[in-house]
């Protein structure tokens, strides 16, 4: 029986990925590095200094070197600075209706994302009062794919990793939640992870999950 469900957030419950391609592209057009919404998407589910590894590795040999710890400090300053403005807007429109109705079941809700910024964003967008824990990218050692995340997250909850469905959007995100012993469903881009417990066509579906209704 399952009285848990981790979130991740960016994709899952919210939209920050055209924020995030913002900030991304405005850092690496100062350098005169190559970088579009393709390559924006490679960069979901995995933390900052990984996305700065992987942008890296996307321009040729003549790329000029740069500070990595510097360049990714720059993105999430001009991120960070772009979600002051931001507003319910960015919201899935099935988040406070899933959210609200998990908790009058009595579900324990946790936020499991890679993001650092992750408080600052479920505060602007009024939804921090529904999660009994957040566990995000300021307190780990590994990102996704490791199962870390979501372990931590399940601790918080006092849960066994088992009794906790993990809802992604991601293939890091599912491969980290399976590796941890997790029920998985998946939206989005991670719809064709095969493995995965269910299948989500839009995020209000977790509601029909029998096994969150028993």
Excluded at 24 to 45: H, P, Q, S, T
Excluded at 98 to 119: E, M
Aim: charged share 30%.
């Amino acid at each position: 029986m399952m009285k848990n469900v981790i979130f991740d957030l960016d994709g899952v419950l919210c939209y920050t990925d055209t924020l995030h391609y913002k900030a991304w592209k405005a850092i690496c057009d100062e350098f005169g590095f190559k970088f579009n919404e393709d390559d924006n998407l490679r960069l979901r589910g995995v933390s900052r200094n990984e996305c700065v590894d992987i942008i890296l590795s996307l321009q040729d040999k003549r790329a000029p070197a740069v500070d990595k710890v510097d360049f990714a400090s720059r993105k999430n300053a001009m991120y960070v600075s772009l979600l002051q403005n931001i507003g319910t807007e960015l919201l899935n429109v099935d988040t406070v209706l899933v959210l609200s109705q998990l908790k009058r079941k009595g579900i324990k809700i946790a936020l499991g994302s890679s993001s650092k910024n992750a408080v600052l964003i479920v505060e602007k967008l009024g939804i921090r009062k529904y999660f009994d824990a957040i566990v995000d990218g300021t307190i780990l050692t590994k990102s996704k794919p490791s199962p870390e995340v979501f372990i931590r997250a399940a601790e918080r909850l006092d849960a066994v990793c088992s009794e906790c469905l993990v809802v992604e959007d991601a293939k890091a995100g599912i491969e980290a939640a399976i590796a941890g012993g997790f029920r998985t469903a998946v939206l989005d881009g991670a719809s064709n992870v095969s493995d995965s417990d269910y299948k989500l066509s839009r995020l209000s579906d977790v509601l029909e999950i029998e096994e969150l209704n028993k």
